[in-house]
C-alpha cells in the first residue's frame, strides 16, 4: 500500500512586489509517494521552482512572500511550524538540490567545509566525526579520491564533481525526500546521464522519494514514475508516466510532447512549438490560463477557468475538453 511522505493541499503563494501583489502559484495541489520519483514539468516561469521552494519556506516571510494552503510532511503541517523548527526540517529531514553548482557553493569554503556545515548542524557531531562523515558522502555520490577532493574548493572541480559535492550536501543527513531543481542544468550529456543514474541509485539504496524538476521530457521518461505538468502557477495535469506519453489530455501537455525533436521519414528534423511564450504573472489571462496559446481554445475558456478533473483512468487534467481527448484513446 503506498504512503504519502509529502501532501501538498492548495498551496498559493504570493510576492510583495513594488508593482502590488504577486500571485506565483495557486490552488497546487499533488503528493508523493515514499520512495517514488516524481516528475514536475514546465516551460520556465511556470511556477515549478518556485513549488518546491514554498514547500520548503525558502522565501522571506516577512517582507517578500506569503503562503496559504498546507505542506503536510510525513502528516506535520510546515507552513504551521515556527521558523526554528523549520529550520530542522530544511536540511535534515527535506533536501534540495539547485540548479546551478557553481553559484549554489560558497567559493570561499572547501567543499568539505560546506558539507560538514551541514551535518555539524543537524547532527550535533565533532569535527573529526563531520569530516569522515563527508569523506563518506561523497564517496557515495561517486566522486574519486575523496580524502583529497574534500579540501578543494569549488572552482578546483568540474560542474559534474560540483553537482555530487551538492548531491553530497543534500544527502549527508539521509532525508526523506530530496527536491532535484533541474540538477543538470549545463553539464554536457554525458555527465547529464551519470548526474541521473546516481539519483536514480541513490533513491533505490535510500529507499528516498524524490521531486525532480525538469523542463526535458526525456529525462522524465527514463526517471520518474509519476508526472505533474504546471503551467503559469497551476497544475494542468497529472498521471502516470506510461498514461501521460500514450495519451497526454491536455492541450499544453501534448504541445510539450510535440516539441521534441525527432527526424522524419525523409531524414530531416521535424520541430514543432507551441506559439507564444508564458505571461507575466501581471499579464495572467481571464479564464483558462492557456487559453491564449491554445490550437482548440472554445468560447468558454477565456472565460472560465476549468477545474482540475481527475478522469476515469485516474489522470488528472484542468481542461473543458478533457472528456473529448478522453475519448480518443
Avoid at 516539441?259 to 521535424?270: F, L, M, T, Y
Wanted: with cysteine; glycine share 8%.
Amino acid at each position: 500500500m503506498s504512503e504519502h511522505i509529502l501532501e501538498v493541499n492548495n498551496l498559493t503563494t504570493t510576492f510583495r512586489t513594488e508593482r502590488g501583489r504577486m500571485t506565483a502559484i495557486q490552488g497546487v495541489s499533488f503528493h508523493v509517494e515514499r520512495g517514488e520519483i516524481l516528475g514536475l514539468v514546465g516551460e520556465s516561469g511556470c511556477g515549478k521552482s518556485v513549488t518546491s521552494q514554498s514547500v520548503m519556506r525558502l522565501y522571506d516571510e516577512k517582507r517578500l512572500a506569503s503562503y496559504e494552503g498546507e505542506v503536510l510532511f510525513e502528516g506535520q503541517n510546515l507552513l504551521a511550524l515556527p521558523e526554528k523548527q523549520m529550520q530542522a526540517v530544511r536540511g535534515g529531514r527535506i533536501a534540495m538540490v539547485f540548479q546551478d553548482s557553481l553559484s549554489s557553493l560558497n567559493p570561499v569554503f572547501t567543499c568539505g567545509d560546506q558539507i560538514m556545515e551541514v551535518i555539524r548542524i543537524h547532527q550535533r557531531l565533532s569535527r573529526s566525526a563531520a569530516r569522515g562523515k563527508a569523506v563518506e558522502m561523497l564517496r557515495l555520490v561517486g566522486i574519486p579520491d575523496p580524502e583529497k577532493r574534500i579540501d578543494q574548493y569549488p572552482h578546483e572541480l568540474s560542474g559534474g564533481q560540483r553537482q555530487r559535492v551538492m548531491i553530497a550536501c543534500a544527502l549527508s543527513c539521509r532525508p526523506k525526500l530530496l527536491i532535484a531543481d533541474e540538477p543538470t542544468t549545463a553539464l554536457d550529456v554525458t555527465i547529464q546521464s551519470q548526474i541521473l543514474d546516481l539519483i536514480v541509485d541513490l533513491n533505490r539504496k535510500l529507499d528516498m522519494a524524490v521531486i525532480l524538476i525538469t523542463h526535458d521530457l526525456s529525462v522524465v521518461a527514463e526517471t520518474c514514475s509519476r508526472v505533474i505538468v504546471m503551467y503559469l502557477g497551476q497544475v494542468v495535469e497529472e498521471a502516470d508516466v506510461c498514461s501521460l506519453f500514450e495519451h497526454p489530455l491536455h492541450p499544453y501537455t501534448r504541445g510539450l510532447l510535440k516539441s521534441i525533436p525527432s527526424v522524419g521519414a525523409d531524414g530531416r528534423e521535424e520541430l514543432y512549438q507551441i506559439e507564444g511564450t508564458v505571461p507575466l504573472l501581471s499579464q495572467i489571462p481571464q479564464g483558462c490560463r492557456f487559453c491564449p496559446r491554445c490550437p482548440c481554445a472554445l468560447p468558454v475558456c477565456s472565460r472560465r477557468m476549468p477545474e482540475l478533473t481527475e478522469m476515469p483512468t485516474g489522470q488528472k487534467v484542468r481542461c473543458f475538453r478533457a472528456a473529448e481527448a478522453e475519448g480518443r484513446r
